[in-house]
């Protein structure tokens, strides 16, 4: 049974900086592309950024050279780092494994001004 656990949100203040982590079991994800994604409130679900196998890595627009993705697949795991957190960035923070339907419990960023 595959599974993702998301964790390391939380409260900050603006300007503040988060480090997420996504730990998968069930699964070798050293081979398989990993995204994040984040969904504001009243909001739809949007793609953060990406992580393929050998490393290469993209980010929404709105990243702006603010948050960097990573992994570690001897831990299999995947993180998020976020810095120059804005209050636009409070969201419940999910990673998936990209082609699959799996998906984590997510975890809550809120940033306050």
């Known amino acids: 049974q595959v599974q993702l656990v998301e964790s390391g949100g939380g409260l900050v203040q603006a300007g503040g900086y988060v480090k997420l982590s996504c730990t998968v079991s069930g699964i070798d994800i050293s081979m398989r592309t990993m995204r994040w994604y984040r969904q504001r409130p009243k909001n739809q679900r949007e793609w953060v950024a990406h992580?393929?196998?050998?490393?290469?890595?993209t980010y929404a627009t709105f990243v702006k050279g603010r948050f960097t993705v990573s992994r570690d697949n001897a831990e299999n795991t995947v993180y998020l780092q976020m810095n120059d957190l804005k209050p636009e960035d409070s969201a419940v923070y999910f990673c998936?494994?990209?082609?699959?339907?799996?998906w984590g419990q997510g975890t809550q960023v809120t940033v306050s001004s």
């Open positions: 992580i393929n196998s050998d490393g290469l890595t």
């Open positions: 998936t494994i990209l082609g699959s339907d799996q």
